[in-house]
């Protein structure tokens, strides 16, 4: 579906493999700025504790399941907060000078 798609390569990365052996390579990855992680309580901690070395966005649920299927748990302003990240850009106006 995505060789056929308009998405530049790289967009999506699809990885398999056990959510708990993944996470510890995926949290102590440079290139990695977020991650979703829910699982276990003790994965949830592991990923806000090794996330910190580069500032990563984290979303976890320290074990509590989530409807993914429904409306308030699987779309709203909670899911948007941690879907969407907005930066602002400072564009300097000329120099102030002090007396």
């Given at each position: 579906v995505?060789?056929?798609?308009d998405l530049?390569?790289?967009?999506?990365n699809i990885i398999t493999?056990?959510?708990?052996h993944?996470?510890?390579y995926?949290?102590e990855?440079q290139?990695?700025?977020?991650?979703?992680?829910?699982?276990?309580a003790?994965g949830s901690?592991?990923v806000?504790?090794?996330s910190?070395d580069n500032?990563?966005?984290?979303?976890?649920?320290y074990g509590?399941?989530?409807?993914?299927?429904s409306?308030?748990?699987?779309q709203?302003e909670?899911?948007?907060?941690h879907?969407c990240?907005v930066?602002?850009?400072?564009?300097?106006?000329?120099e102030?000078?002090a007396n």
């Open positions: 995505f060789d056929t798609s530049p390569g790289g967009v999506v493999g056990s959510r708990d993944l996470i510890k995926l949290t990855h290139d990695i700025q977020a991650i979703w992680y829910f699982g276990s003790e901690k592991f806000e504790l090794h910190v500032i990563k966005r984290t979303w976890v649920s509590i399941s989530r409807d993914w299927t409306s308030e748990q699987g709203g909670e899911f948007l907060y879907s990240e930066k602002n850009v400072w564009i300097p106006m000329g102030i000078f």
